[in-house]
């Protein structure tokens, strides 16, 4: 009884530890993807200039907000 009982306990343990490593696998997948994902967009929007610094480069004219529309 006690025999069965080790090996009982052994296999559970067993099996909680591979479902624990499992789930901290998919975890650590999903933090490392999500952090690739973020620093991707980071340096997307790094390269673009923005609105501001594209105005004072540029030559608008006289006329260039009033609509033609």
């Given at each position: 009884?006690?025999?069965?009982?080790?090996?009982?306990?052994?296999?559970?343990?067993?099996?909680?530890?591979?479902?624990?490593?499992?789930?901290?696998?998919?975890?650590?997948?999903?933090?490392?993807?999500?952090?690739?994902?973020?620093?991707t967009i980071f340096k997307k929007s790094e390269?673009?200039?923005?609105?501001?610094?594209?105005?004072?480069?540029?030559?608008?004219?006289?006329?260039?907000?009033?609509?033609?529309?």
């Amino acid at each position: 009884m006690i025999k069965s009982f080790r090996r009982i306990t052994r296999i559970v343990n067993n099996f909680f530890i591979a479902i624990v490593l499992f789930i901290f696998y998919f975890v650590a997948v999903g933090l490392s993807f999500l952090i690739y994902k973020t620093m991707t967009i980071f340096k997307k929007s790094e390269k673009k200039e923005s609105y501001w610094e594209d105005v004072g480069d540029k030559n608008l004219g006289d006329n260039y907000f009033s609509s033609s529309y």
